[in-house]
Structure formats: C-alpha cells, structure tokens
C-alpha cells in the first residue's frame, strides 16, 4: 500500500511563503501526474496545481500572478512533488492534500493544514 507523506503546512503572515512536501512511502512507475488540491471548511474541494509527467504545469486562476510556472515541481526518482507557495493571501487558508495518479489508480495524503492570518 502507497502512502503520501506531506509536510511543510503552518501559519504564515498574509505575504507570506510556504513550501509543501510529498513523498511516496514507495517508488511507483509511471506516474502519470502529481498535485495539490484543498479544501477550506464548507468548500468542495478543489485544484491548486498539477505537475505531468512530461512537466506540463497547470494551475488554479486563484493563484495564477501568485505562483509562478515553476512553483510546481517534482523529483521522479524519489515520488516527490513540491509546491511554493507565495504571496499567501488569507482565502488561501486550507486543508491542502497531495494527489498522486499512478498507472491504474489515484492516491490522496492525509492533509496539511495551511493558515494565511496575521
């Protein structure tokens, strides 16, 4: 059984940065994509990035001008996805999970909770 690990959620000033983690207990093949989701209390949940295997990004408008096209990134070798976080803003404050879609299913982390407050 796979497991995603994040790491690297807190509280962070409105301005602020922050650098999410995620790692695969296991090397998997042919991951197809890796990303971000989040869900803020009351909300459905929804895409914050998405990194292909080809290093095709793709971003939510909310934080296009915010992040740049390299704030996803990702390490192959380790299953490893990354996120940089910048100019937080307070209606970024969430859950925020890691997604992986591996050949033949998807896997979700636990969350990590990301507060923008001053």
């Known amino acids: 059984q796979v497991q995603l690990v994040e790491s690297g959620g807190g509280l962070v000033q409105p301005g602020g940065s922050l650098r999410l983690s995620c790692a695969a207990s296991r090397y998997i093949f042919s991951i197809r994509s890796m990303g971000w989701y989040r869900q803020a209390p009351g909300k459905e949940r929804e895409l914050v990035a998405t990194i292909t295997s080809g290093s095709n990004t793709n971003y939510a408008d909310s934080v296009k001008g915010r992040f740049t096209i390299s704030s996803i990134s990702r390490d192959n070798a380790k299953s490893t996805v990354y996120l940089q976080m910048n100019s937080l803003k307070p209606e970024d404050t969430a859950v925020y999970y890691c997604?992986?879609?591996?050949?033949?299913?998807?896997?979700w982390g636990q969350g990590t909770q990301v507060t923008v407050s001053s």
């Open positions: 997604n992986l879609a591996g050949p033949s299913r998807q896997y």
